[in-house]
Each structure stands twice: as structure tokens, then as C-alpha cells.
């Protein structure tokens, strides 16, 4: 398995058959060097979306279009993408699953908001926020997207026992890194932890260092941009 930041909270996460791109904002992200686009596209199966807002949705129609790849997230989101952007999607909902090749997805609660511009300019709807246990190759990857610290992790924890943690951890918009590492402490038992949603921009935090202190014990890997993380 290879895990691959394309910055921000973009990943692409080759597993099994699958390519996977998570959350990929490319396309003026300020942590991607869109020379390195192609390579980070190519050969994307599926294209998953934690929720609406742009520092996510990003490329995500554009790239559907170009590699054939269905997108997979928020039924209301896929809904209004398969209408007004003429893409493949696959909508579904939180407690379900869809099974991608060798790969399942469970889309998992998150505790944020979701929206994007509408052509007034105001934000609107795009279903609910989320996450996605991500199984396969004997291992559960917990994508959180960008969420808070809360209750239902414990169940979640309990249920899909994630190894590898993906969390949003820059503060201000999310948990920040003293957070992550409290719920990954009391809620689930990873054996390595990316951290993510961080050094974008300088309201973020701009190091994992408390994560790292936090976790003694846990594989905590900052990553680098389109640096394979094996695993």
C-alpha cells in the first residue's frame, strides 16, 4: 500500500486494485506543484470526497472527467454533481458501505458543515460532512475529513478497530494537533498516524510535533507532498 499527500487534505492511496484520490484540491493548492498533476492522477479508480467545500472538492469533477473515475461521497453532493457537472458518482450515506474492487468504503460521521458557492456567491447546501473507514490489503484506514474531536469515535474506534489514522489536525477549522492526539489516544488503537489539513495556510499549525509527543508509541509520519508512505 502506498499512501501519497498531494497536500492539504488531499491524498492519493494506491490499495489493492484501487487508486484512490481523496479530497484532491490541486488546481491552486499552494502546497501541490501542478507540473506533478498527471503523475497524481494517474490511474485513479475512484475519487472520494469528504464533504463540499472547495479546499476538497478542488479538481474532483475535472479529474472524474478526464480518467473515467466515478465519485463517491455525500448522496446530496453526487446527486447535484451527476446533474449539473455530467459525472459519474456513487451516492450513499453514513453507516453505508460500497465495495470498490479489493476495497470497501464505510462512510463514517465527521462534525464540521458542507457547502459550496453557489453562482450568487452564497453558500450552499452540499449534504452532510463525513469520513471513511477505508479496508483493504488487511488494513483500516480512518480518512476523518475535517471534523472535531467527538463521542461517536469511540464506537467507530470499537467497531471498524481503524490501524491507520488520516487526520485533519491544523486547528482553527478543525481539531488541532493536541486534539488529534487525544482522540487518537483515547479512542483508537493506530499503529501510524498522518496527520493532514496543516501548514497550508498560516492560520494552520504549521507542525505535528504535539501530535508526535502525544502519541509515544505510534508511527506518526509527517508527510511529504507526493512522498510514498508505504505501508
Known amino acids: 500500500m502506498n499512501i501519497i499527500w498531494l497536500g492539504h487534505s488531499g491524498f492519493r492511496i494506491e490499495i489493492g486494485d484501487q487508486v ?7 488546481t491552486g493548492n499552494p502546497m501541490f506543484d501542478e507540473a506533478q498533476r498527471a503523475e497524481a492522477v494517474s490511474g485513479t479508480t475512484h475519487i472520494l470526497i469528504t464533504h463540499g467545500h472547495g479546499d476538497h472538492t478542488g479538481d474532483a469533477p475535472e479529474i472524474s472527467k478526464e480518467t473515467g473515475a466515478p465519485i463517491v461521497g455525500i448522496y446530496d453532493l453526487m446527486t447535484h454533481w451527476e446533474m449539473a457537472k455530467d459525472v ?3 451516492g450513499f450515506n453514513k453507516g453505508g458501505c460500497v465495495a470498490l474492487g479489493d476495497v470497501t468504503v464505510t462512510m463514517v460521521n465527521a462534525v464540521h458543515s458542507s457547502s459550496f458557492q453557489a453562482a450568487c456567491g452564497a453558500p450552499a447546501y452540499a449534504g452532510s460532512e463525513a469520513g471513511f473507514m477505508i479496508k483493504g490489503e488487511g488494513h483500516v484506514i480512518y480518512v476523518t475529513g475535517d471534523t472535531d474531536i467527538m463521542a461517536d469515535m469511540e464506537w467507530m474506534g470499537d467497531r471498524h478497530n481503524p490501524d491507520i489514522g488520516i487526520l ?12 488529534a492526539a487525544y482522540a487518537a489516544k483515547r479512542y483508537f488503537n493506530f499503529k501510524t498516524v498522518i496527520p493532514c489539513h496543516y501548514r497550508t495556510f498560516e492560520l494552520l499549525e504549521q507542525s505535528a510535533q504535539a501530535l508526535v509527543n502525544g502519541l509515544p508509541g505510534v508511527n506518526v509520519v509527517e508527510p511529504e507532498v507526493m512522498k510514498a508512505i508505504k505501508i
Open 20 to 26: 484512490l484520490l481523496v479530497d484532491p484540491w490541486l
Open 88 to 90: 459519474k458518482v456513487i
Open 168 to 179: 485533519c489536525a491544523g486547528g482553527h477549522f478543525t481539531m488541532d494537533m493536541e486534539g
